[in-house]
């Protein structure tokens, strides 16, 4: 019976870290570490971006074992580092598996970062980006108030469930129709407008998705590494084409001029 609860709590430890943003080889380690605690022998496991597969065998030589699906994710590094914390303090038994168990719970529950808070957060990040790519305070200023604006749409849309590919492209779309109506009012020079858009796109860019990919790649994880790596690229294709469908038909359709 112990070793069903250890076995069900460490998938579902590794699901809210996979959930959450974590690569294949840390979700791997953290499950394998959980199980081993309890000196069963032949503990395996296999994580992909979408599924966990976790089994060993108990104290009568069955083997038992655990699937669960993960259909969400999202990236929030702070429960990966408590989940991280609780694992390696059951492991030192400095806490129970109760323990364990609710710290889990606890975890799950956490709302996350607010929408003010992450709306501010990417609009800061659109300025800094945008400065230190061209040091121009105007389109830096510019991005500023385009990061608020598109941050406020993607959270408008992500609450909706949409596909997350969708809303990218309309996070693209959005950028740089912005971007052009500033300097249609008069806020920006047409030839700075490549800096406030750039600036603006990289707090959506996958980052973490290809350093995760990377990683795993690196680990021997190639099919979780591979589908990151192609994630990464839809979203970058995404985002891409949604700011070069704008500015096209703004160049070549409306009069605007040449980047």
């Known amino acids: 019976m112990h070793l069903q609860r ?30 081993a605690s309890s000196g069963s022998k032949n503990v395996g496991v296999f994580v992909s971006i979408t599924a966990i597969i976790a089994g060993l065998d108990d104290e009568d030589g069955n083997a038992r074992s655990v699937i669960k699906r993960v259909s ?38 956490e709302k996350g970062y607010s929408m003010i808070s992450k709306t501010l957060a990417s609009a800061v990040a659109c300025l800094c980006f945008s400065y230190m790519i061209g040091q121009n305070a105007v389109a830096a200023v510019n991005a500023f108030f385009i990061g608020i604006i598109v941050s406020l749409i993607v959270s408008a849309l992500s609450a909706k469930n949409l596909s997350s590919y969708l ?44 350093t995760n990919a990377i990683r795993d790649v690196l680990c021997g994880n190639y099919i979780s590494g591979i589908c990151r790596g192609l994630e990464a690229i839809f979203v970058t294709l995404c985002l891409s084409g949604g700011v070069g469908v704008v500015l096209g038909i703004y160049m070549f359709y409306l009069g605007g001029g040449a980047l």
């Open 6 to 35: 250890l076995l069900k709590t460490s998938v579902f430890a590794g699901y809210l870290m996979l959930a959450n943003g974590a690569e294949t080889a840390r979700v791997e380690d953290t499950i394998e570490r959980l199980l």
């Open 72 to 109: 969400s994710r999202g990236y929030n590094l702070s429960k990966i580092a408590k989940i991280n914390d609780i694992s390696r303090a059951y492991v030192s038994k400095e806490i129970s598996l109760d323990e364990v168990e609710q710290k889990l719970n606890d975890v799950e529950a």
């Open 167 to 210: 809303v990218t492209i309309i996070a693209g779309c959005a950028i740089s129709f912005i971007a052009v109506v500033f300097v249609l009012l008069g806020f920006n020079q047409f030839d700075s407008i490549d800096i406030a858009i750039i600036g603006s796109i990289l707090p959506y860019l996958p980052g973490i998705a290809m």
